[in-house]
C-alpha cells in the first residue's frame, strides 16, 4: 500500500487502457491508499478495488453487443447508454459478477467525481457502497443531452469530467504529495473550443442552471488547462503520469472488440514498461 493518490481520467470505452493498467498493477500487488475516478475512469476504479483482474476488459470484449449492456437506444428513453445497473447486477453463470464485498472491505479510500447540476461544481462522493455506489457511478459517467441526471446526495448530477476531467489537483489538495496519473489519451491531446451550437444547446437545456452552464461551456479551458500543468508538474517530479504513447482511435462507444482487446493490451504492456519508474517515484523520500 502505497501512501499516494492514483488519478484515474474517464473517456467511456477508451478506458480500456486503463483497466490494463490497473490489472497490471493488481498482478504486481499494487495499491494506493487514495483511488479518484471519473466517469470510465470510476468504473475501472471500482474493480481495481475489487480486485478482480479482467473483470473491465472481459465485459467491455464479451458483452459489447449486448443490448442489455450497452445500448446507443436507450439514450431515446433519456436512459444511461452504459447500463450499470446490468452491469452490477448478479447474473452468475460465466458472468463476471461483481465482488462487492472486496470492495467494500478495501484498505485504498475510493472517491467517485461528478457535476452538480444546481451547483455548477465538481462533487467528490467517498467510497460510495451499494446503491450510492451505483448512483454515484451513474452520475459521474452521465452524459449531457444523451443520459438522464443522476440523483445522488449532493442532489443532481452529471458527468464528473465536465467540472474536473483529470482530479489530481483535488488528490494534492488532499496532502497528498505523490500522485499517480492514468490518462486516456495522449499527452499531447487538446480540446477544441466548445462550439456555438454545443453553447446554445447548454443555455436552451440548462437555463435554470447558469453557473452549470458556464462550467460545461468553459469544459476544453479547463480540460487544457489540467493537461498543461500536469505536463509541467511531470517535468519536476511532482507527479508521475502513464498515458497512451500514441493517439487513442477507439471511440467512446468503440463497436470494434478487437480494437478494444488490443487497447486493453496496450495499457497491460506500457504500464509494465512504466513500473520501475514509477517505483523508484513512490519510493523516493
Known amino acids: 500500500m502505497y501512501k499516494a493518490a492514483l488519478v484515474l481520467e474517464g473517456g467511456a470505452l477508451r478506458g480500456q487502457y486503463t483497466a490494463g493498467v490497473l490489472d497490471t498493477f ?102 460510495p457502497q451499494g446503491r450510492d455506489m451505483v448512483a454515484d457511478l451513474k452520475a459521474s459517467a452521465a452524459m449531457p443531452f444523451i443520459s438522464a441526471e443522476a440523483y445522488t446526495s449532493a442532489g443532481p448530477c452529471l458527468d464528473g469530467g465536465i467540472a474536473d476531467s483529470i482530479p489530481f489537483e ?60 500536469l505536463e509541467a508538474q511531470e517535468k519536476t517530479g511532482q507527479v508521475f503520469v502513464i498515458a497512451p504513447k500514441q493517439p487513442v482511435t477507439v471511440g467512446r462507444l468503440e463497436h470494434d472488440v478487437n480494437k478494444l482487446a488490443a487497447l486493453y493490451q496496450t495499457g497491460v504492456s506500457e504500464a509494465a514498461a512504466a513500473l520501475p519508474a514509477m517505483r523508484d517515484y513512490l519510493d523516493l523520500a
Open 26 to 127: 493488481l498482478t504486481h500487488e499494487i495499491c494506493f491508499e487514495l483511488v479518484i475516478g471519473v466517469s470510465a475512469g470510476a468504473l475501472c476504479g471500482t474493480n481495481y478495488l475489487s480486485e478482480q483482474i479482467g473483470r473491465t476488459n472481459v465485459i467491455n470484449t464479451k458483452y459489447r453487443t449486448d443490448k442489455n449492456y450497452i445500448s446507443v437506444s436507450r439514450a431515446l428513453h433519456r436512459q444511461d447508454i452504459i447500463n450499470l445497473d446490468y452491469l452490477f447486477s448478479e447474473h452468475g453463470g460465466d458472468w463476471e459478477d461483481f465482488d462487492d464485498r472486496t470492495y467494500r472491505t478495501s484498505p485504498s479510500e475510493f472517491v467517485v467525481v461528478a457535476t452538480s447540476i444546481e451547483q455548477g461544481h465538481a462533487v467528490y462522493f467517498r467510497h
Open 170 to 229: 483535488y488528490a494534492q489538495q488532499r496532502g497528498y504529495d505523490k500522485v499517480v496519473v492514468i490518462r486516456t489519451r495522449e499527452r499531447a491531446y487538446r480540446k477544441s473550443p466548445t462550439s456555438a451550437v454545443l453553447r446554445r444547446a447548454y443555455h436552451r437545456t440548462f437555463a435554470a442552471h447558469p453557473t452549470f452552464v458556464q462550467t460545461a461551456i468553459g469544459r476544453p479551458e479547463m480540460y487544457n488547462r489540467q493537461a498543461e500543468a
